[in-house]
Each structure stands twice: as C-alpha cells, then as structure tokens.
C-alpha cells in the first residue's frame, strides 16, 4: 500500500476530571492487517515520529488470520514502536482467532503474544494499566470482546454487567481510557464508564457515501453507525480508526487508510 490520511481528534478532558499539565498527543493504530507503507514500514514509522506522541494505543487485528498466519509486518512495526513509545495493545478479532483455534493455527497465536511482550509492548487482556501522561492519571484497559460479538450476519448483546464481570469497576478518580476492537457496543463501554473508548474493525464502512457514510462492516451489516470518527454519548466519548489495512472485503472506496492521532488536553 502506498498512502494514508492523517487524522487528528481533540479530545478534552472534563473539567470533574484531572486534565494533563501540558497538552499530549497519542497515536491510534488499527486493522493494519500486515499491511505496509514503505520498506519497513518506515513512512507510517515517520509520521508517528512526527507527532512525538506520549503512547501509542493499538485496538487490535494488526495481522491477517488466514490458513498461515500473516503477522511478520505486524511484529516489526511493534519492535520499533516500543523502542520509543509506551504501547498499549488490546486484540481484534484476527489475534482472537489465531490465538484461540490452536487446530487450525497451532501455537501462532501464542507465539505473537510471546514475541510482542518480549519487545516491551503491554498486552491488555481484559485487564488494566495505570499510567500517567504528562501528570495525568489514567487507567488503560483492555477488552478482550467475546466471539460471539464478531459473528457475521448479527448482532450480540453485550452489556456495561457484563463489561463490569469481565473487567471490574471503572477508576473512578482517573481517566478511563477503554480499547475495545468493535465499536458497535459504544453505549454499553459508555454505559460502564470510559471516558473515551479506542476502537477499529469497520474499516470505515468499506465503502463510503455521501451523507449516509460507511456502507458495510466486516459482518456484512449495512450502514454501521460507528463506522469511523469521533461520537459522543453521556458525556463520554468514541473514536474509531477506518484501519491502515484491508482483509475480509479487501477494497477501500471514498474511504482512505487512516492513521489517527489523538490530542488529548
């Protein structure tokens, strides 16, 4: 692949909440999907460099699950990126299904996990980190979405309960930063308690069109209403990356690869 469009989201930290000392950016990756821009990666490499970004958040399906798994391209991007950057690492569903039909893929999965944490990258698997950038207190968490909720054709219920039984309770006194692959559940993550919730998976809605936006998702469901950008709902808030990458509908219309950066003050 060849280019991709920046995006940036100014992301204000409510006034009950202890904003940053100074204003920060971060980076938002998703759905590269073994894809690459430049040898090495190295044009993607040089546009997060630019931003000098306090953390990279990675919402998932970062390689391809096909019959052999691709996930070179994805485990060198992680190696540089976590010579200079805290990163923050929850899957998709790609990882999810390397990981969990060991009958089909054998020990890959676990092999990627292994190899990412050995370069440093936190690995959030219905857990949590406690950070703090640029004197902020924030708490990382990572949503390991159950199956059900990638099927095709369909909609699983998911609830802010049953997010609470996965993850526990919200950080009450700190910012709550939730990385969760599908977005289509915004109002339960809202409903459980992140203040801003990082999510991918829609690739944008494949195809775009005026006025009415994405038009598929990887589940074959039309008109996502999350497809990608920045949504808010109880004073909490969504951003969704259209992806860096392409697999399940490999195509892109009216609808460019994005990187996202996140200022955050």
Known sequence: MSDFKLTRYRIKVSDDLRGPQQPFSAILLSDL??????????VLLQAIRNEKP????????????TQEP??????????????????????GNHEYKVRKYTEVYGGDGNRFFEAIQSFGVHLLKNSCERIDLQKMPITVWGLELPWQCYRRFQKNELTAGQITELLGAPDEERYNILLAHNPVYFEAYAAWGAELTLAGHLHGGVIRLPYFGGV???????????????????GKQLVVSAGLGSHSIPIRINNPPELVVLDIS
């Open 70 to 91: 691709q996930m070179d391209v994805a485990l060198a991007l992680m190696d540089e990126l976590t010579k200079q950057y805290p990163v923050y690492y929850v899957e």
């Open 216 to 234: 598929v998702t990887p589940q074959f469901r039309l008109f996502p209403k999350y497809d990608r950008g920045i949504f808010k709902r109880r």
């Open 33 to 42: 999907h073994n894809a690459s821009y430049g040898e090495g990666n190295s």
């Open 54 to 65: 306090e953390a990279v958040f990675v919402a998932g399906d970062m390689l391809v699950a």
